[in-house]
Nanobody, 122 residues
């Protein structure tokens, strides 16, 4: 079974930086898209950024220019570098993987991590 484990969340002051990491474990052959979503209290979960296996990335307008997503395909890991953080970035950040193929060629359409809390104080 494929699992995603996030790390790197925490408390930071406005203007500061954090780096989130997410590692996929299991008998993985390849992962098509890896990304980060977030959910603030009382709000719906929203896409922050995602990146394809080939390196094409996509960002929400609210984080463009401040956040950078990257991945290491060999290690099935995705990172989110968050700079110039704002209080409105406070949320639980979830790692997401889509199109996960196992070594037995079983396809998991999507997998979610358990989330890591990011709190930005003003």
């Amino acid at each position: 079974q494929v699992q995603l484990v996030e790390s790197g969340g925490g408390l930071v002051q406005a203007g500061g930086s954090l780096r989130l990491s997410c590692s996929a474990s299991g008998s993985i052959f390849s992962i098509n898209v890896m990304g980060w979503y977030r959910q603030a209290p009382g709000k719906q979960r929203e896409l922050v950024a995602d990146i394809t296996r080939g390196g094409s990335s996509n960002y929400s307008d609210s984080v463009k220019g401040r956040f950078t997503i990257s991945r290491d395909n060999a290690k099935n890991t995705v990172f989110l570098q968050m700079n110039s953080l704002k209080p409105e970035d406070t949320a639980v950040y979830y790692c997401h993987a889509a199109g996960v193929v196992t070594i037995t060629r079983y396809l998991e359409l999507e997998v979610w991590g358990q989330g890591t809390l990011v709190t930005v104080s003003s």
